[in-house]
């Protein structure tokens, strides 16, 4: 089982907390498919990995290195910053089952443009659900 960290902020992480049952919440899983080319370029695919969690208003993005598909079945562990309260938040561990259900768009860039470019789409995209994005960086096209 393929397990991943994200660190989100203190709001989100309580709500987490407060509705995760059992390691499980309710959730929608897909692939969005990023394919283009730069101008004069060669055509690359960015594949991001989102996991919906409605009862939480919050969303995850994130990518993968090309050497690790994803599995059926993920682990994510979210964790948050310590606060006076709370020296080391406690890691919340959420299952879920990664679905077959795929999206795809075209965005003419390289990389580091299309994860930009979908992440801010995203961002917008959620936002106007009332939920918050984050996106996780996993395959490290962010390197300078």
């Not at 959730?27 to 055509?43: D, I, K, M, Q, W």
């Not at 006076?84 to 580091?112: H, Q, R």
């Amino acid at each position: 089982m393929l397990n991943i960290g994200c660190l989100v902020v203190n709001e989100d992480y309580d709500r987490l907390k407060s509705t995760m049952k059992e390691n499980k919440l309710p959730h929608f899983t897909y692939t969005l498919t990023v394919t283009g080319a730069p101008e004069g370029g060669t055509s690359t695919t960015l594949k991001l990995y989102v996991v919906e969690l409605v009862s939480s208003n919050l969303s995850i993005g994130f990518t993968l290195p090309p050497d690790k598909p994803i599995d059926k079945e993920l682990e994510i562990i979210f964790t948050t910053q310590p606060t006076a309260d709370v020296k080391m938040p406690e890691d919340l561990k959420l299952i879920c089952d990664f679905s077959e259900e795929k999206k795809d768009t075209e965005y003419a860039g390289e990389n580091l443009e299309k994860l930009e470019y979908i992440g801010y789409s995203l961002e917008k995209f959620y936002e106007t659900k009332k939920a918050t994005f984050y996106l996780f960086d996993y395959e490290g096209i962010t390197k300078i």
